[in-house]
């Protein structure tokens, strides 16, 4: 199961640090990602880190947004700097385990606007 949380109502500029805490996985094992759907969107993804702890970003968020890991506190976070009205959307957090078992968390809303 990922619990995801710390979305909510930004003004553009601001700054959100989104959290997903993970159970019943071992976390250490699986990649972990963030995907985002806006309105009227198709899903899609905006950071990943491996096991290894290698990031990779979208283009879109490249320099503003960085994605982290806590083993120990079973925890992936994405730091959300110089939000944009355009990176509004339900932000989903993602793993994949060995054997490419996918799990997804229930969302969190993030709105940029004035």
């Known amino acids: 199961q990922l619990q995801a949380s710390g979305g909510g109502l930004v003004q553009p500029g601001g700054s959100l640090r989104l959290s997903c805490v993970a159970s019943?996985?071992?976390?250490?094992?699986?990649?972990m990602y963030w995907y985002r759907q806006a309105p009227g969107n198709q899903r899609e993804l905006v950071a990943g880190?491996?096991?290894?702890?290698?990031?990779s970003y979208a283009d879109s968020v490249k320099g503003r947004f960085t994605i982290s890991r806590d083993n120990a506190k079973r925890t992936v976070y994405l730091q959300m700097n110089s939000l944009k009205p355009e990176d509004t959307a339900v932000y989903y957090c993602?793993?994949?385990?060995?054997?490419?078992?996918?799990?997804w968390g229930q969302g969190t809303q993030v709105t940029v606007s004035s």
């Open positions: 993602n793993s994949v385990g060995p054997g490419g078992i996918r799990y």
């Open positions: 019943g996985i071992i976390f250490s094992a699986n990649a």
């Open positions: 880190i491996t096991t290894g702890r290698s990031t």
